[in-house]
């Protein structure tokens, strides 16, 4: 069964911190992709990437980075969090194909004190 | 650019009442479309989907029609259950296999 897993559910950190959000997948997906949802405001894309080392800015970039040195493997970073950071982050994947679905993880739940 | 409308939530409903929810998108090119549902505490599940006009996607008694001439694809249930009490949101791909959302619909469903 396809699979997306995200390394947590619930995450606390500082103002200034440097964050760092896990995601991996299992399904040989080539696109892997980072939103976060926000109540009113649905999903809204961060970042996403259609193959290993390559990464293409979403809607809204700004304060965000990414990585992607394994196929498998996507990783959100907060270079400096702040407060407006604090948000349920979602990951997902899927294949090259434009007409398949995108298969998501169960989110994480950050807070930026 | 590219844009899905649905309808505002919440819906409350009682148990086998029928359900439809409203999704419009912007007719750029020819997008397939997609239902997700998120349960709480959950990420987001794929629910339905349909790639070309006139198709019909269909899951757990849950249908949407592509319709390219109203650019819509409503989703339809005939009978809801508790179960089904979860937000739902209508997408459509864009560039790069990338999806554009709906704000999404909270369904409520009482016994």
């Known amino acids: 069964d396809v699979k997306v897993t995200q390394s947590s559910r619930y995450l606390v950190k500082r103002t200034g911190e440097k964050v760092f959000l896990e995601c991996v997948q299992d399904m040989d997906h080539e696109n892997m992709f980072w939103y976060r949802q926000d109540p009113g405001l649905g999903l809204r894309l961060i970042y996403f990437s259609y193959d290993v080392k390559m990464k293409e800015k979403g809607d809204i970039p700004e304060g965000y980075s990414v990585s992607r040195e394994k196929k498998e493997r996507f990783s959100l970073i907060l270079e400096s969090a702040s407060t407006n950071q604090t948000s349920m982050y979602l990951c997902?994947?899927?294949?090259?194909?434009?007409?398949?679905?995108?298969?998501f993880g169960d989110g994480t739940r950050l807070s930026i004190l | 650019g590219n844009s899905v409308t649905q309808m505002e939530g919440p819906v409350t409903l009682s148990e086998e009442a029928f359900l439809t929810i409203n999704c419009t998108y912007t007719?750029?090119?020819?997008?397939?479309l997609f239902w997700y549902v998120q349960y709480p505490g959950e990420g987001l599940q794929l629910l339905l989907k349909a790639t070309k006009a006139d198709d019909k996607g269909s899951n757990k008694g849950f249908e949407a029609t592509y319709r390219k001439e109203t650019t819509s694809f409503h989703l339809e249930k005939g009978s809801v259950q508790v179960s089904d009490s979860a937000v739902y949101f209508c997408a459509r791909n864009s560039g790069y296999s990338t999806l554009t959302f709906g704000k999404g619909t909270m369904l409520l469903v009482s016994p």
């Open positions: 007719a750029t090119g020819y997008p397939s």
């Open positions: 997902a994947s899927s294949l090259e194909d434009h007409n398949q679905p995108q298969h």
